[in-house]
């Protein structure tokens, strides 16, 4: 994965998820404004036990527009 980066962050059972997610989100976009030009802001994801997604996708194209993506990836993912 050139160019992109993951980052868990796992909290203690007590912390109030919204105001970590508040504050992890307002983290990341102080670091943004010190990356190079173009930089896109972070995905920021909550998951829970019964949320975990099994599989995550990301896809891209140089040539395809983004609707164009989103329906093959529907295409694709449903014959799965």
Known sequence: MYGKAVIKI???PTVNISMAL???TAMCQTVLRGLPAGTVPP???TYTA????VVQLGISSKTLPEQQLFDL???F???S
């Open 77 to 79: 993912c449903a014959r």
């Open 50 to 53: 019964s949320s975990t997604p």
């Open 43 to 45: 995905l920021v994801i």
């Open 22 to 24: 508040t504050q992890v």
């Open 10 to 12: 796992f909290f203690q």
């Open 73 to 75: 990836s529907q295409i």
